[in-house]
Structures are given as structure tokens and as C-alpha cells.
């Protein structure tokens, strides 16, 4: 008896929703009906549409949300970069047909790089040469793509003065390898804010003033080696209650 009763409650339910939805459909409401419950999103491309007429023939031509919003694909090169001379110029020749906004391609190296000095040990066996990364820029500037590098520069111990000039060898190397790039992201996420070196104790600063101490030195860094350019990082760190609470930051 009772599982009769629950399936007649099922059936009861589906039955409502029917002659609502009906409803909408037979008021010419369509989505209006829905929407009432579903927030747009207006990062996501809208149904919307701009007529435009030539020699008496109307066209319909999709608009998509935020048209002045700047779109940038992500690319995590880690593990398995793609080759230059085959792939960047199609890809990024791809996104300029695509004709939706893609303003550049954030990509993120990982240990790719062909990097020299005290770096040269650490490079990925299938890491890119200097030539290959020719390849890419040029590819990038034909097609008007911008490139922006994405190096990862937050450390174990950054309490300590040598941690930074190994960083800015780092991003001094990353720029020179990006000319015509005009932002940089410097990562910062999915980082463990310990203070595990004595120096972090030292200093008497909480986690979360060091982090934030620690990226204004990577700032600087960059800015002493391009002044002007835009220096991005990722925000779930910052979103935690120790940074949103604290008056101080």
C-alpha cells in the first residue's frame, strides 16, 4: 500500500510539471517561464540576436554576452607540451577565425621552458628550445593572440632572501622569452600557507600577511624588470576567511 502511495505521488508530480510547462509553451512565454528560476549568466554566450539587412535580405547574427568582456583560453602545458611547429600556428589561427572574442591564451608552463644558468638541470626532457618559442610568438602575433605566461612563484620558504633572487632569475628569464607579452600571471594557488622555516618565525608575521608580502615582492620584482606590465594571479587563496576578515590586508 504504501509503495502504491508513493507512486502515485511520482505520477502526481510529473503530471503538475506537464501542465505547467504547457502552460508556458501555450502563452508564447517560452523560457520567460524558467527563467524565473535560472539566473543568466553573463559569461556565457546569451540567445540573442542582431538583424542585419543588405540588399533587402535580413540576416540573423547571434550576440554573444559581454562582447567586450576579454576571453583567454588556458593552456597547462605539464606533462605533455604540444609541438610548436605543428600546433600553435593552427590553434591560434583556430581561435582568430572563431570570431567570439579570444583575446589571447594564458599558458602555463609547468617546467617547459628552455631556462639556462642555475635552471638548466630542471627542464622537462620534451621542453621547448629558444627556437620553438619563436615559433609560438610568431604564431601568436600573426593571428593577434596574446600570450601570457603563467610561471608558478610561490615557494616552500618565502621568509628567505635567496628564494627571491632564484625567482627573479626565473622571471627574468620568462619575460626575455616574451617580448611582446604585456601581463604575466605569477600562480599563487593551491598553496600550504606554513611557516616552515625559522626565518617565517622570525618576522612574527601571520599566513596570511606573509603570502600577501610575498606576492608584493614578486610584483616588484616584475615591475623592476617591465615597468607597466599587468601581473595576474589566481584567487582561491585569497578567498579564505584569513585574508576576507582581516583588516589589515
Same mark, same amino acid.
Given at each position: 500500500?504504501?509503495?502504491?502511495?508513493?507512486?502515485?505521488?511520482?505520477?502526481?508530480?510529473?503530471?503538475?510539471?506537464?501542465?505547467?510547462?504547457?502552460?508556458?509553451?501555450?502563452?508564447?512565454?517560452?523560457?520567460?517561464?524558467?527563467?524565473?528560476?535560472?539566473?543568466?549568466?553573463?559569461?556565457?554566450? !546569451?540567445?540573442?540576436?542582431? $538583424?542585419?539587412?543588405?540588399? &533587402?535580405?535580413? $540576416?540573423?547574427? %547571434?550576440?554573444?554576452?559581454?562582447?567586450?568582456?576579454?576571453?583567454?583560453?588556458?593552456?597547462?602545458?605539464?606533462?605533455? %607540451?604540444?609541438?610548436? +611547429?605543428?600546433?600553435?600556428?593552427?590553434?591560434?589561427?583556430?581561435?582568430? @577565425?572563431?570570431?567570439?572574442?579570444?583575446?589571447?591564451?594564458?599558458?602555463?608552463?609547468? +617546467?617547459?621552458? %628552455?631556462?639556462?644558468?642555475?635552471?638548466? +638541470?630542471?627542464?622537462? !626532457?620534451?621542453?621547448?628550445?629558444?627556437?620553438?618559442?619563436?615559433?609560438?610568438?610568431?604564431?601568436?602575433?600573426? &593571428?593577434?593572440?596574446?600570450?601570457?605566461?603563467?610561471?608558478?612563484?610561490?615557494? #616552500? @620558504? %618565502?621568509?628567505? &632572501?635567496?628564494?627571491?633572487?632564484?625567482?627573479?632569475?626565473?622571471?627574468?628569464?620568462?619575460?626575455?622569452?616574451?617580448?611582446?607579452? &604585456?601581463? #604575466?600571471?605569477?600562480?599563487?594557488?593551491?598553496?600550504?600557507?606554513?611557516?616552515?622555516?625559522?626565518?617565517?618565525?622570525?618576522?612574527?608575521?601571520?599566513?596570511?600577511?606573509?603570502?600577501?608580502?610575498?606576492?608584493?615582492?614578486?610584483?616588484?620584482?616584475?615591475? !623592476?624588470?617591465?615597468?607597466?606590465?599587468?601581473?595576474?594571479?589566481?584567487?582561491?587563496?585569497?578567498?579564505?576567511?584569513?585574508?576576507?576578515?582581516? +583588516?589589515?590586508?
Amino acid at each position: 500500500m504504501n509503495s502504491i502511495f508513493k507512486f502515485l505521488t511520482f505520477v502526481f508530480i510529473i503530471i503538475i510539471y506537464i501542465i505547467y510547462y504547457s502552460q508556458c509553451i501555450s502563452k508564447s512565454l517560452g523560457n520567460k517561464c524558467l527563467s524565473q528560476s535560472i539566473p543568466d549568466n553573463s559569461y556565457l554566450p !546569451q540567445e540573442t540576436f542582431s $538583424t542585419k539587412t543588405i540588399n &533587402n535580405i535580413s $540576416t540573423e547574427k %547571434p550576440n554573444y554576452g559581454r562582447p567586450n568582456l576579454a576571453k583567454y583560453i588556458h593552456l597547462d602545458l605539464k606533462g605533455a %607540451p604540444p609541438k610548436p +611547429d605543428k600546433f600553435y600556428e593552427s590553434f591560434f589561427n583556430f581561435l582568430k @577565425s572563431l570570431q567570439m572574442g579570444v583575446k589571447g591564451v594564458l599558458i602555463e608552463y609547468g +617546467d617547459i621552458l %628552455p631556462l639556462e644558468e642555475i635552471f638548466v +638541470d630542471v627542464g622537462h !626532457q620534451a621542453g621547448y628550445t629558444k627556437s620553438d618559442r619563436k615559433l609560438t610568438e610568431k604564431a601568436a602575433k600573426e &593571428n593577434e593572440i596574446e600570450i601570457i605566461p603563467l610561471i608558478q612563484t610561490f615557494v #616552500i @620558504s %618565502p621568509c628567505l &632572501n635567496a628564494t627571491y633572487v632564484l625567482l627573479q632569475d626565473l622571471l627574468q628569464q620568462t619575460l626575455d622569452m616574451h617580448p611582446n607579452s &604585456n601581463k #604575466i600571471h605569477i600562480g599563487c594557488d593551491e598553496v600550504m600557507l606554513n611557516n616552515v622555516h625559522d626565518e617565517c618565525y622570525i618576522k612574527q608575521m601571520k599566513k596570511s600577511e606573509r603570502y600577501i608580502d610575498h606576492i608584493q615582492c614578486i610584483v616588484n620584482i616584475v615591475h !623592476q624588470i617591465r615597468p607597466g606590465i599587468r601581473v595576474l594571479i589566481w584567487d582561491d587563496i585569497l578567498r579564505h576567511d584569513e585574508f576576507t576578515k582581516n +583588516d589589515k590586508l
